[in-house]
């Protein structure tokens, strides 16, 4: 077996977890240096020695040892004129850059103004939608039904993708951002 992988998924993950090497030393069981060699490619652990890191890390040995599959299923998305899914001329320019399939569970925009104006969207037509918005920079106002919502720069939104809706930048800097609209099956708010 190849275990190449395993040093950079534990280093990953304790850096992901904020943790050093002695803390997953202490507790793993297994020594620091030994740690430090198996991240740095320079050991092969062993089996106990796994199942140590594993139980420490709370991931099943199985899920472990098991290399990772799809690295290679990298893709980078980017807006083009081909993904521009708003009206022409419009203030409001939107990117679809994924679209819900098998392998997505949402559709995944990028959107920005050109000048200021407003945009509206049409309620998603399926119920257990949910959108979410997030504003790069300027100042986004949701008109949410009959409720109007600023949505600043750095901050995002959460919201019935099936509930009428429409944006807004009328002053300020010209908003830009992401949102994408998940299908869920049950919308806890």
């Known amino acids: ?30 020594s620091r240096s030994m740690i430090a ?3 740095s490619g320079q050991k092969s652990p062993t089996i106990v020695i ?10 099943s040995l199985e899920d472990f040892v098991k290399a990772p599959t799809g690295l290679n299923d990298i893709k980078i998305l980017m807006p083009s004129q081909d993904n521009i899914v708003s009206k022409k001329g419009s203030v409001f320019v939107c990117h679809q850059l994924t679209t819900r399939s ?14 200021h104006g ?3 969207f049409s309620a998603n037509p399926v119920s257990d939608t949910v959108k979410y918005i997030w504003v790069e920079q300027g100042e986004l106002t949701l008109f949410l039904s009959s409720k109007k919502i600023e949505v ?11 509930t009428p809706h429409r944006f807004e930048n009328r002053q300020g800097p010209l908003a830009k951002g992401t949102f994408f609209v998940s299908y869920e099956n049950n919308i806890q708010q």
């Not at 992988?5 to 507790?27: H, M, P, T, V, W």
């Not at 796994?50 to 991931?59: E, T």
């Open 1 to 30: 077996m190849n275990f190449d992988y395993i040093g950079s998924f534990i280093r990953s993950f304790r850096l992901a977890n904020n943790e050093s090497l002695q803390c997953l030393a202490d507790r793993s069981g297994v």
């Open 37 to 39: 060699q198996i991240e």
């Open 50 to 59: 796994l199942a140590k890191l594993a139980n420490a890390m709370s991931i």
């Open 102 to 115: 098998n392998s997505s569970p949402a559709d995944f925009y990028q959107f920005y103004f050109t000048s």
């Open 118 to 120: 407003k945009t509206s």
């Open 152 to 162: 600043k720069a750095g901050q995002a939104i959460k919201f019935k993708a099936s």
